[in-house]
């Protein structure tokens, strides 16, 4: 192998010194290569703890959402049971004062022995009548008309029929054996009817 030398002449190695440059070539490249690797590994070390961390930190968060979602369940239910459980005692409490009216009536028929009495007694039953169908009105109970409507299966029930009177009224409701009621435009109870055929 030659080289040149600063004055431009040739320079001539021993082939020992070529082989122990390009040993020391070779021993530097491995170097750089074992260097390169190290830094790789570093960084997939680094990655691999990071994805590590992001791993831990979102189990750990889904096992909060977990537990909070089943307490949310739970809860859910309990309320749900006790408002099933005590969910008329608001529309109880409200019927107590007539039950208490009711109860003052009776007290009063069997008290009373004269005839003039009696009209004191039907005051008072129609006062709690009336009263009755206010609170009802009130929670969005109402009565079905039905006397001189037409027949309808989704609000009347028809329990017999007669001859109408005349022929307007035919398939018209002629009289009303029990009143029907709706709960906010709902039936509740179907009115029982007899119809004119």
Known sequence: MSKMNPNGKKETFPKNEQMANEDATNLQDEQTNATEETDA????SDELNALK?????????????MAEFDNYRKRTLREKSELIKNG???AIIELLPVIDDFERALQNIHKSEEANDIKAIVD?????????VSYLSQQGVKAIEAVGKPFDTEMFEAIATIPAPDTEMKGKVLDCVQTGYTLNDKVIRHAKVVVGE
């Open 41 to 44: 590994s570093a960084k997939v």
């Open 88 to 90: 008329g005692e608001k």
């Open 124 to 132: 008072g039953v129609e006062l709690i009548y009336n009263k009755f």
């Open 53 to 65: 961390r992001k791993y831990d930190e979102l189990n750990d968060s889904h096992l909060r959402l």
